[in-house]
């Protein structure tokens, strides 16, 4: 499976034993895949997390690991260093090089999505509440 996958760009898979490959696309993120039992596990990374993230953009984030997110199945997680990833499972024997394909565009989608959003956008204005009397007529 994984070879199939691979060799549509006229790569494959190292001789030795190595639990884990990097992929640097021409175009887009590199791609991290770890030998799992059972398939393999596909990662992107988005970066470190900026302090002070608006409250709409930690949602955007945490929705994507919602069910019905549009990047489904890729998920988000954090390391112990605060690094940011999206990951997907790759299965042996159930997903195809058409759904590995999937994969890889949803990794690459939620990434150029995703990485604008951790960008500093300079100094946040704290929103102005005006208190008014509501009249019941």
């Known amino acids: 499976m994984i070879d199939t996958w691979l060799a549509q ?9 190595d639990a884990t490959l990097r992929l640097q696309p021409a175009e ?4 991290v895949m770890e030998r799992l039992e ?11 997390v900026p302090s002070g993230l608006p409250l709409g953009v930690i949602l955007q984030l945490l929705q994507v690991n919602s069910p019905f997110s549009s990047l489904a199945p890729v998920k988000l997680a954090a390391d112990d260093a605060g690094r940011l990833v999206l990951w997907a499972e790759a299965r042996d024997g159930v997903d195809d090089v ?18 604008p959003l951790l960008e500093p956008t300079g100094e946040l204005v704290p929103a102005q509440i005006q208190t008014s009397a509501l009249v019941f007529v």
């Open 38 to 48: 059972g398939g393999w596990l596909f990662v992107v990374e988005l970066g470190l």
């Open 28 to 31: 887009g993120p590199e791609l």
């Open 9 to 17: 760009w006229g790569l494959r898979l190292p001789s030795s034993n």
């Open 98 to 115: 058409d759904a590995l394909n999937r994969l890889h565009d949803r990794l690459r989608e939620g990434h150029s999505r995703l990485v």
